[in-house]
Each structure stands twice: as structure tokens, then as C-alpha cells.
């Protein structure tokens, strides 16, 4: 598909975003995403971050398989998650769950460093390829397990994760700085929540329920990233 058709397709991905956006819009409080996230989710080529043969799907409004029983999310949860972070210049993000480098991509476009921890090798190593020859140089990568975080580098500013324990894990609490604030699916799989976690300066937590979410599961032996509304 040549550039033209690409370029076409991603506007039509923001109209579909903008449209479920407002869909959503009581219980989000607004009816329009951060303008900043929009502009840097109608950049960043998403066709170059899916397998080959997906390529011509890579602007649908829904998850796609990258291979090893995983996906990548569905765009506008990957927005809405990104608007939700409220992401500074300055800020460092801890992200859990690369798959091959979507998200990642779009934090470091607003942030200034993305850690971005991934349990498969194969995918890590694969995201890093692709975001090394998109020239992103503000991400590290790390593989292992996403639930204990990375504590070599926190505390960090922001944190987002991109598969669901039935819990908020403590190590991650643990890793975000006060006035931080956290995006995370939590629940169990046939209940969960997107979830908006502020740690206030004193470190007391508060958690907003966004909207219902269907990610796969997160605990302290695997993870993957499966994210789309319900």
C-alpha cells in the first residue's frame, strides 16, 4: 500500500477515536482527547508496527495479533490510556507489556524517556528493531516480568500497563513517584475496569474507574497486551 493510502486510513482512525470518544464522553468527563494525543496518535505509522501481513488492517479500530497468543490494543484504548496519563515533556513513564512498540512509540513522542518492560524476548527484541529504525533513542528496554516494574530506574512520573491483575500490584505503587499517576486494567477477566490511579503527594491513592475494559491477565507469572473497550 503506498503512503497516500496509509495516510487516509490513519485519519480515519482519528474520526473513528473521536467518535467513541464522545460515545464514552459521561463517563469519561469530556468529550474530546488531549489534543497532543491526537496529533501524535495521527503520526505515528501503526502500519509499522504490526506483523507483514497486517499491514493493511493496521488502522482498524481493534486489536490485531502479533504473534505468540498476543495483540496489539485497540487504538482508541491505546489513546485513551495515553490522554489519561497526562504526559509531560519532562516526565519519565515505566510502560509494562511492549508487544512490538506501538504504545511505546507514542509515549516517547511526549515524554521524555520511556522504560519499557516485556516478558517474550522475541517481541522485545522485535520492538526494539522497529523502534530503533522508526529513531526513537528515549526508550530503554528490559525483559521480565512487567508485575515487579523496574526498580533500577524508578521512581517514575507515570505508569502504564497494558494487561489486567485482578489487583493494582503493590510493586508498582510502590514505583510511581507522588503526584504521579498510573493507567492500569485491573479485575477479574470477565470484570474489569480501566482504572486511573493518582498517587497524591502525601502518597495516599485514589482510583477512578474509567470505563469497562477486556485485557489479558497480568499476575506474577506472565503477562500479555490484549486491550479493547467493551
Given amino acids: 500500500m503506498s503512503s497516500e493510502s496509509f495516510d487516509a486510513l490513519r485519519q480515519h482512525m482519528l474520526a473513528e477515536i473521536a467518535a467513541q470518544t464522545i460515545y464514552v464522553s459521561a463517563r469519561l468527563g469530556k468529550a474530546a482527547l488531549a489534543r497532543d494525543v491526537m496529533d501524535v496518535v495521527g503520526k505515528v505509522p501503526r502500519h509499522e508496527f504490526v506483523p507483514i501481513e497486517l499491514k493493511p488492517f493496521a488502522y482498524a479500530n481493534t486489536p490485531l495479533p502479533i504473534g505468540f497468543d498476543k495483540t496489539i490494543s485497540q487504538p482508541f484504548i491505546v489513546a485513551l490510556m495515553t490522554d489519561l496519563l497526562d504526559l509531560k515533556a519532562s516526565d519519565a513513564v515505566l510502560e509494562i507489556g511492549t508487544g512490538l512498540g506501538y504504545q511505546a512509540a507514542i509515549l516517547a513522542e511526549l515524554a521524555r524517556s520511556v522504560y519499557s518492560v516485556e516478558l517474550i524476548e522475541e517481541l522485545a527484541s522485535d520492538a526494539k528493531r522497529r523502534l530503533g529504525r522508526a529513531g526513537y533513542g528515549n526508550i530503554e528496554f528490559k525483559i521480565g516480568n512487567g508485575y515487579y516494574g523496574w526498580p533500577e530506574h524508578a ?17 508498582l505503587i510502590q514505583q510511581l513517584k507522588p503526584g504521579g499517576r498510573m493507567v492500569i486494567p485491573a479485575g477479574l477477566p470477565d470484570s474489569q475496569q480501566l482504572n486511573l490511579v493518582i498517587k497524591e ?16 491477565t497480568l499476575d506474577g507469572g506472565e503477562y500479555s497486551e490484549s486491550g479493547e473497550s467493551m
Fill in 155 to 171: 521512581p517514575f512520573d507515570k505508569v502504564i500497563v497494558t494487561a489486567a491483575p485482578d489487583l493494582v500490584p503493590p510493586p
Fill in 201 to 216: 503527594q502525601d502518597g495516599k491513592l485514589t482510583i477512578r474507574e474509567i470505563l469497562p475494559v477486556r485485557f489479558s
